[in-house]
Nanobody, 114 residues
Framework: VQLQASGGGSVQSGGSLRLSCAAS????????MAWHRQAPGSQRELVAP???????NYADSVKGRFTISRDNAKNAVYLQMNSLKPEDTAVYYC?????????WGQGTLVTVSS
């Protein structure tokens, strides 16, 4: 299973970005798709997961600003990020759970300047 993430970049505070991640390979059924992020000097944290039934959850720090969605036909997951803050600066990783295994993408850098 391979995951290709895209959409990162540099924006000013208050701006928006949309991250995309597509899974390919031997995929039968993806349970959970999620976005995580890791800021410099920090541990990786869960930003938002979405289940196969499209149930979502969000870290408190991004509630009301980020929206996760998925397209099961494309095996893709998206993260719409609005009202970005400098503290959102991090490498963002998509992850998927297939059966009992978790797969990770390569990460895409988001930089928010004040």
């Amino acid at each position: 299973v391979q995951l290709q993430a895209s959409g990162g970049g540099s924006v000013q505070s208050g701006g928006s970005l949309r991250l995309s991640c597509a899974a390919s390979g031997s995929i039968f059924s993806i349970n959970v798709m999620a976005w995580h992020r890791q800021a410099p000097g920090s541990q990786r944290e869960l930003v938002a997961p979405v289940t196969g039934g499209s149930t979502t959850n969000y870290a408190d720090s991004v509630k009301g600003r980020f929206t996760i969605s998925r397209d099961n036909a494309k095996n893709a997951v998206y993260l719409q990020m609005n009202s970005l803050k400098p503290e959102d600066t991090a490498v963002y990783y998509c992850g998927v759970v297939i059966r009992t295994a978790t797969y990770w993408g390569q990460g895409t850098l988001v930089t928010v300047s004040s």
